[in-house]
């Protein structure tokens, strides 16, 4: 899942445009998500989106980036927020 900004349609579900409604119907019934901010959306709307996924229970994922310091490779984990 793709948290983009809200006026290009808010949310991404594998590839395709979703509403916050059907985003969390989805999460529930699959009871895991990888969910990526992308960096030109508001963190309201990022938190908006986070709120709405906490109580479905499910686990949920979200990248960090590392802590590394070589400024050509810099990966990214996947780190579990609930």
């Not at 445009?17 to 963190?43: C, E, F, N, Q």
């Not at 989106?49 to 810099?74: I, K």
């Amino acid at each position: 899942m793709n948290i983009i900004p809200e006026e290009l349609g808010g949310i991404l579900v594998d590839g395709a445009a979703a509403d916050l409604a059907t985003a969390v119907a989805k999460v529930r019934a699959a009871g895991t998500a990888y969910v990526t901010p992308r960096g030109d959306t508001r963190d309201g709307w990022v938190q908006t989106v986070f709120n709405a996924l906490r109580p479905t229970h499910a686990t949920l994922y979200t990248r960090e980036p590392s802590v590394s310091t070589d400024p050509v490779v810099t990966p990214t984990w996947w780190v579990k927020i609930q």
